[in-house]
């Protein structure tokens, strides 16, 4: 009798481990699932506000290259959408994407004072791709993080 009690004892200690790991996983699984839709959602408003910083700023570019006053709402724009990158930047979770962020940000700054187009536009670029490449990288297959059918399953 004491022999059985034992085995059960010893079935429902590993029930319970296993449900132990079971809720550790999901609670995993939802803390990833947070981050992403929290960084996706964020990368998306960072890439468009770098596209707008840099429309604002090549106009105010054009009007000092010309000798033209620009009207004074593309300075408040200019402002406003640099509060915006500034304020997420720091965000940015990637490092890769944070640092070209950032850089752009500074270049695409000294552009809409007159300084030259190229590096920027450049800087731009990479720091676009490298949040696309992070997009792709959360939307993409990750086999790593698929769950395993596991073999009770299959059978």
């Known amino acids: 009798m004491a022999l059985n009690q034992w085995a059960d004892a010893r079935k429902e200690a590993a029930a319970l481990k296993r449900e132990r790991q079971l809720r550790a996983l999901d609670r995993n699984q939802a803390r990833l ?7 996706l959602t964020h990368l998306i408003e ?3 506000a770098l596209t707008e910083l840099f429309t604002v700023a090549l106009a105010l570019h054009d009007a000092v290259e010309t000798g033209v006053q620009a009207a004074p709402e593309w300075n408040g724009r200019l402002t406003a959408t640099n509060r915006k990158v500034h304020s997420q930047k720091g965000l940015v979770l990637d490092e890769q994407a944070r640092h070209w962020t950032t850089s752009a940000h500074a270049y695409i700054n000294e552009m809409s004072r007159g300084g030259s187009i190229e590096r920027p536009l450049a800087t731009l670029e990479t720091a676009q791709e490298a949040i696309a490449a992070r997009i792709r990288d959360i939307y993409g297959p990750d086999l790593s993080r698929t769950p395993l059918i596991s073999a009770e399953a299959q059978s």
């Open 46 to 48: 960072v890439h468009e």
């Open 33 to 39: 699932d947070r981050r992403e839709s929290f960084e």
